[in-house]
């Protein structure tokens, strides 16, 4: 159909609407997984509550267990010797031993349905896990096609003048943005939210003994509070650098890549050296965070997978190429065998080459270690 025939303001009063009523659906799974991550904010701090309890009255029935042995060995010596005791002695001693008998079996009734909503608490708190990750999944793909829409529409208003702007929102770049939004919600949801949950569970047990006069015991608290903190703000740390190190784009790609090293064996107790050649010059932003995140991929791999005594990263730069190399001297594994899972950190590098029209060749074999080069075509800076 030409492209004069066709009614675009139609069309985009219909976009508009889809629009719209996906964004209010959205809305919708996002209140229910907030709704689910504070109910299972209250699920946790109460089956904490339950565990204490738990362990406190299992305690308590093994004391009883002894005095319910022990009163019922004095009721047999008392009854078997009527020269020694009278008969208030044995009624005695048959009262003691029927009242910690009582008190006995009410505890292990309390231990019993302690347990079981312990059980019912464990496994509400799965499910609403699982809640919260089809709703964050659901959003995910919900914005997938929001963008692709909304870019759609946009593409829609200017088409008259020029059908390749159809173009302007690929699909892919779109797919790419979510799953990487997606990776950095998982990370803030299982490091530094469920740290600060905790920190508020923590801090209301801290006024709780405060309240009851505990000194030394909630100073004891805040210590670990205050460690909490700390951690936490490592993580948070952690996340920024992964989505970005700001450093690339005041120093370049070199010097960043010396302080990852330097970190990396730091962290890793790993012999890691770095070696480039050429003539180091700043290249496009978008090809010096991919040349980063490749040799920071391959190096995590070889700390994790290789059990690597010593990793070598060459960085080469060419008039024309920028190439980057890990090597390490680990157990390496086989190419050739299926496992049938695919390997996320390769797909992933393949994709970034894939983006940049690059390519990646990575070598290993049993006991022979690992080694991932990886090519990238460069366009001086105009």
Known sequence: MPLTTIDFTHLDEVLKKTVTALEDSKG??????????????????????????????????DELEKLFRGSRQKLVHVSQNFNIYNEADIKKAYEQASQIQ???????????????RRDLLERRLRNL???????????????????????????????????????MFPLKIIQAQEEERKRVARDIHDGPAQSMANLVVRSEIAERILEKGRFEEAKEELKSLKEMVRNTLGEVRKIIFDLRPMALDD????????KYVDDFRQRSQIKTELITFGEQRRMPSSIEVVTFRMLQEAMNNAAKH????????????????????????GVGFDQKKKTGEPSFGIMGMKERMKLLDGKVDIQSAIGEGTRVTFFIPVKPIP
């Open 306 to 329: 290789a059990q690597a005594t010593n990793i070598q990263v060459k960085l080469r730069f060419s008039q024309e190429h920028v190439i980057g190399e890990v090597a390490d001297d």
């Open 102 to 116: 009582a008190e006995l079996t009410i505890s292990r009734e309390k231990e019993t349905f302690l347990r079981g």
């Open 28 to 61: 919708q799974v996002f209140d229910i997984a907030e709704h689910a991550r504070e109910e299972s904010l209250h699920a946790n701090e109460e089956l904490e509550q339950i565990r204490r309890e738990v362990a406190q009255t299992v305690q308590r029935n």
């Open 251 to 258: 120093l370049g790609l070199v010097p960043t890549l010396r």
């Open 129 to 167: 896990a699982e809640t919260i990750e089809k709703a964050d999944t659901i959003m995910v793909q919900m914005g997938v096609v929001l963008t692709y829409l909304s870019g759609e529409i946009e593409v829609i208003n200017t088409a008259a003048e020029s059908v390749q702007l159809r173009q």
